[in-house]
């Protein structure tokens, strides 16, 4: 029952469905909504809903009816967004950077990574600063909606009423007429096909299309041939060179007593207690008595693991004092203790307790991330001197394109015909997309500019053949027509069949001849309920949208039917539930509901309010 929902933008979206509009349907504080992007919530809701989508809106006009809700859910979405900016409602700086931290397309494994991260902003082209923008924006909208959800109630006789709606039946009979069933019947001549063209031509428009001629270079494509040149002995050689980075250090732990140069005779008081020591004292006790290291001391002297390396221009060892380290690293077997140690901080004595040795990866294991590394390196040198010479040569060859790929060693290729919308393949990257139909390109017979689709990826491309927008033929859109003429009869002659069937019941008149003729016949149900499986769901809304009959008398009407199709629909009564009967499960859901439908109206009512204090273009 929430109305205000939001959706996230992103480039996936499947082939359009219904050719929609790029032009601006609205305009919310300079925000413009277009039919492109209603048609792009659209196509994303195919895509996630499959065959499911289809069955759903069978029909143009279910279609349509489907863009015009998208269409004003985004215009409330952003007409809740301008309100909410006017109101004076943020959100702080510590609220932005833990939204984006419980992001969803940020999670990986059900962890916030920022890899992940990085790549959806890249994917879908977002700034950071459109992102902390687009989370105040959903932080704020979320505090509205929750302040709503907070103001929500249910009264007793909301709660009847509600009880009363859905547990209600009905005792009807429904007869319904197919548009299929007069289908076979319809005839359509060529004048009707002409007449239809000639009066809905802006329906049957060929969008603008071009066919470009294109010279690709990219990194990834090169990256393959790269990886069937690299020979063993590169494989091994930077194996060798990198064996560092495959291998883990051995590591040591040491404890240590320290006797810091603040106390007195602190270097004899060291050797005392080494001499303790090495005559059998536990050197733990001593560590925690009269170390001054009283963090380690509390611990027997213990310190963590540390690299079993010496401090280097490429190595940070094992991070302490140069002294202590070469000390302690010279120590060979556990339980050996060194002679007193004097750093910077004092007088140690220091105790290998245990070694690990360090473990190398095998080159076999790590063969393939080598190759990859030192063919990605090779494409990256090849893309950037093919880059290069590229932009050398194109004053020089910009009025050929074959001669300018020649320049770098690449293939000419062409796109085929593509309009804005049905673009595929290299046509469809937005960058390329967006040059494609620019004067630029369309006026021009030389070699464009290089267009950039991402990091280590071009394209320079020339156009060579340029159609403008125009109206499709009429042979073309013939058979187009004659299904939309063919169901709009139809579906005249199965509402003209109903009335008459209608007609007749009202008049007294035996209908079982008229029905057996179309080959149809009723559906009787007693005690029909809302959620009853037994009859079609399109049935079931069609019977409990007709008002409850008065009089005694049984309700008639013919309705359409979501799919097209039409039903003769005879209610012969309305059955109510006792309210006493109902259980508490029921009463809490019913209360639950009846709570989200006080907050559907609050919701409603504030998006008014901000219609009222923010400009809206339609």
Request: charged residues 30%.
């Given at each position: 029952?929430?109305?205000i929902v939001?959706?996230?933008?992103?480039?996936?979206?499947?082939?359009?469905m219904?050719?929609?509009?790029p032009?601006?349907?609205a305009?919310?504080e300079?925000?413009?909504?277009?039919g492109?992007?209603?048609?792009?919530?659209i196509?994303n809701?195919r895509?996630?809903d499959?065959?499911e989508?289809?069955k759903?809106?069978?029909?143009?006009a279910?279609?349509q009816q489907?863009?015009?809700?998208?269409?004003?859910?985004m215009?409330?979405e952003e007409?809740?967004?301008?309100?909410?900016a006017?109101?004076?409602?943020?959100?702080?700086?510590?609220?932005?950077?833990?939204?984006?931290?419980?992001?969803q397309?940020?999670q990986?494994?059900?962890?916030?990574?920022?890899?992940?991260?990085k790549?959806f902003?890249r994917?879908?082209g977002w700034?950071?600063?459109f992102?902390n923008e687009?989370?105040r924006e959903?932080?704020?909208?979320?505090?509205l909606q929750?302040?709503?959800?907070?103001?929500?109630?249910?009264?007793d006789n909301e709660?009847e009423?509600?009880?009363r709606?859905q547990e209600?039946?009905?005792d009807?009979?429904?007869l319904?007429v197919?548009?299929?069933?007069f289908?076979?019947?319809v005839?359509i001549?060529?004048?009707?096909v002409?007449s239809?063209?000639?009066?809905n031509k802006?329906?049957f428009?060929?969008?603008?299309q071009?066919?470009l001629k294109?010279?690709?270079?990219s990194s990834?494509?090169?990256?393959e041939?790269k990886k069937?040149?690299i020979?063993?002995?590169?494989?091994?050689a930077?194996?060798e060179?990198?064996?560092?980075?495959?291998?883990?250090?051995?590591?040591i732990?040491v404890?240590?007593?320290?006797i810091?140069?603040?106390i007195?005779?602190?270097?004899?008081?060291?050797?005392?207690l080494?001499?303790?020591?090495n005559?059998g004292a536990d050197?733990a006790?001593?560590?925690k008595?009269?170390s001054?290291?009283?963090?380690s001391?509390?611990n027997?002297?213990?310190?963590?693991?540390?690299?079993a390396?010496?401090?280097s221009?490429t190595?940070?060892?094992?991070?302490?004092a140069p002294?202590?380290?070469?000390a302690?690293l010279?120590?060979?077997?556990?339980?050996d203790?060194t002679?007193v140690v004097?750093?910077?901080?004092g007088?140690?004595?220091?105790?290998l307790?245990?070694?690990r040795?360090?473990?190398?990866?095998p080159l076999?294991?790590?063969?393939d991330?080598i190759?990859?590394t030192?063919?990605?390196e090779?494409?990256?040198e090849?893309?950037?001197?093919?880059?290069?010479k590229?932009?050398?040569?194109l004053?020089?060859?910009?009025?050929?394109?074959?001669?300018?790929?020649?320049?770098?060693g690449?293939e000419v290729?062409?796109?085929?015909?593509?309009n804005?919308?049905?673009?595929?393949?290299i046509?469809?990257?937005?960058?390329?997309?967006?040059k494609a139909f620019?004067a630029q390109?369309i006026?021009s017979?030389?070699?464009?500019?290089?267009i950039?689709l991402?990091?280590?990826?071009i394209?320079?491309v020339?156009?060579?053949?340029?159609?403008a927008e125009?109206?499709?033929?009429?042979e073309e859109v013939?058979?187009?027509i004659?299904?939309?003429?063919?169901?709009?009869?139809?579906a005249k002659?199965?509402?003209d069949?109903?009335?008459?069937?209608?007609?007749?019941?009202k008049?007294?008149e035996a209908?079982d001849?008229l029905i057996?003729?179309q080959?149809?016949?009723?559906?009787?149900?007693s005690a029909?309920?809302?959620r009853d499986?037994?009859?079609?769901?399109?049935?079931?809304?069609?019977v409990?949208q007709?008002?409850?009959p008065?009089d005694?008398?049984s309700a008639?009407?013919?309705?359409s039917?979501?799919?097209?199709?039409?039903a003769?629909i005879e209610?012969?009564?309305v059955?109510?539930?006792d309210?006493?009967e109902m259980d508490?499960?029921?009463r809490a859901?019913?209360k639950q509901?009846?709570?989200?439908l006080?907050v559907?109206?609050?919701t409603?009512?504030v998006?008014?309010?901000?219609?009222?204090?923010?400009?809206?273009?339609?």
């Amino acid at each position: 029952f929430i109305i205000i929902v939001f959706f996230i933008g992103a480039g996936y979206f499947g082939a359009n469905m219904f050719g929609g509009d790029p032009e601006e349907i609205a305009e919310v504080e300079g925000v413009s909504i277009s039919g492109q992007a209603v048609q792009r919530r659209i196509d994303n809701m195919r895509q996630r809903d499959g065959v499911e989508f289809e069955k759903r809106y069978p029909t143009e006009a279910s279609r349509q009816q489907l863009r015009q809700s998208i269409a004003q859910q985004m215009i409330n979405e952003e007409v809740v967004n301008a309100g909410i900016a006017k109101a004076g409602m943020t959100a702080s700086d510590q609220q932005v950077k833990e939204w984006i931290r419980t992001f969803q397309p940020f999670q990986l494994g059900g962890e916030y990574s920022a890899g992940q991260a990085k790549e959806f902003l890249r994917n879908n082209g977002w700034s950071e600063s459109f992102l902390n923008e687009y989370a105040r924006e959903r932080i704020a909208a979320a505090q509205l909606q929750n302040a709503l959800n907070s103001t929500g109630f249910a009264l007793d006789n909301e709660i009847e009423t509600l009880y009363r709606l859905q547990e209600q039946t009905r005792d009807v009979r429904v007869l319904r007429v197919p548009v299929s069933k007069f289908a076979d019947d319809v005839s359509i001549d060529d004048g009707e096909v002409e007449s239809y063209y000639n009066k809905n031509k802006s329906r049957f428009m060929q969008p603008e299309q071009i066919n470009l001629k294109y010279v690709r270079l990219s990194s990834d494509a090169l990256l393959e041939a790269k990886k069937a040149q690299i020979t063993e002995e590169e494989i091994n050689a930077y194996y060798e060179l990198q064996k560092s980075a495959y291998s883990e250090p051995a590591e040591i732990q040491v404890a240590h007593i320290l006797i810091d140069n603040s106390i007195d005779d602190a270097e004899q008081k060291a050797e005392e207690l080494l001499q303790k020591i090495n005559d059998g004292a536990d050197f733990a006790a001593l560590a925690k008595e009269h170390s001054s290291d009283t963090f380690s001391g509390e611990n027997g002297g213990q310190l963590d693991w540390a690299d079993a390396v010496e401090q280097s221009d490429t190595s940070a060892g094992t991070g302490w004092a140069p002294e202590f380290e070469k000390a302690a690293l010279a120590l060979e077997n556990e339980g050996d203790v060194t002679d007193v140690v004097e750093t910077q901080y004092g007088f140690h004595i220091i105790k290998l307790l245990e070694r690990r040795e360090g473990e190398t990866t095998p080159l076999a294991d790590m063969r393939d991330d080598i190759v990859e590394t030192l063919a990605k390196e090779a494409a990256d040198e090849e893309f950037y001197s093919k880059e290069s010479k590229l932009n050398d040569v194109l004053f020089e060859f910009g009025d050929d394109i074959e001669k300018f790929a020649e320049q770098a060693g690449l293939e000419v290729k062409e796109t085929g015909l593509f309009n804005r919308s049905n673009a595929t393949g290299i046509a469809a990257e937005p960058a390329l997309l967006e040059k494609a139909f620019s004067a630029q390109v369309i006026d021009s017979e030389e070699v464009s500019d290089k267009i950039v689709l991402s990091s280590k990826d071009i394209v320079y491309v020339t156009a060579t053949d340029y159609q403008a927008e125009t109206v499709k033929p009429l042979e073309e859109v013939k058979p187009q027509i004659v299904t939309t003429l063919t169901q709009e009869k139809s579906a005249k002659d199965a509402e003209d069949f109903a009335n008459k069937v209608l007609d007749a019941l009202k008049n007294g008149e035996a209908v079982d001849s008229l029905i057996a003729e179309q080959e149809l016949e009723w559906q009787e149900n007693s005690a029909l309920k809302r959620r009853d499986s037994g009859m079609d769901f399109a049935l079931v809304s069609a019977v409990y949208q007709m008002s409850a009959p008065s009089d005694g008398q049984s309700a008639r009407s013919v309705e359409s039917l979501f799919n097209g199709d039409y039903a003769v629909i005879e209610l012969k009564s309305v059955n109510y539930p006792d309210v006493a009967e109902m259980d508490e499960a029921t009463r809490a859901q019913l209360k639950q509901t009846a709570k989200s439908l006080s907050v559907q109206a609050d919701t409603a009512g504030v998006i008014e309010h901000f219609k009222s204090t923010v400009e809206v273009k339609q």
